[in-house]
C-alpha cells in the first residue's frame, strides 16, 4: 500500500509559477511510476505528466510541455510538479499518482491539491 500527500497548491496571477510535491509512504516508492492528473470543474480527469520509476523518461501532454516539469527524488519518496508561465486553463485539482504493474495494476491516488490562476 502506498499513501499519497499532495501539497503547494494556491492562487497564483497568470504568468506565475507554482511547484507541487507528492510525498509517499512505503519503503517501495522507487518502484513505482509516478503520474500528475488534473480535473477542471466539469471535466473528466486528464493525464498531466508521468515519470518512470528511474526518472529517466518523462511524459507531458501537449498542452503543459515546454511550462511544465516533472521530477521525483527517489530518497525522499517524493515527486515534483514545478509549474510555469501557468495560465488560467491551468486551473483544476491536481492528484498525484503511483502505478506499478506486478501481474496485477496496483495505483494509487492522493486527495489533490487546489492550482487556482487568475487573469
Known amino acids: 500500500q502506498v499513501q499519497l500527500v499532495e501539497s503547494g497548491g494556491g492562487l497564483v496571477q497568470a504568468g506565475g509559477s507554482l511547484r507541487l510535491s507528492c510525498a509517499a509512504s512505503?519503503?517501495?516508492?522507487?518502484?513505482?511510476?509516478m503520474g500528475w492528473f488534473r480535473q477542471a470543474p466539469g471535466k473528466e480527469r486528464e493525464f498531466v505528466t508521468g515519470?518512470?520509476?528511474?526518472?529517466?523518461?518523462?511524459y507531458y501532454t501537449d498542452s503543459v510541455k515546454g511550462r511544465f516539469t516533472i521530477s521525483r527524488d527517489n530518497a525522499k519518496n517524493t515527486v515534483y510538479l514545478q509549474m510555469n508561465s501557468l495560465k488560467p486553463e491551468d486551473t483544476a485539482v491536481y492528484y498525484c499518482?503511483?502505478?506499478?504493474?506486478?501481474?496485477?495494476?496496483?495505483?494509487?491516488w492522493g486527495q489533490g491539491t487546489q492550482v487556482t490562476v487568475s487573469s
Open positions: 499518482n503511483a502505478e506499478r504493474v506486478a501481474v496485477l495494476i496496483y495505483s494509487y
Open positions: 512505503g519503503r517501495t516508492f522507487r518502484s513505482y511510476n
Open positions: 515519470i518512470d520509476w528511474s526518472g529517466a523518461n518523462t
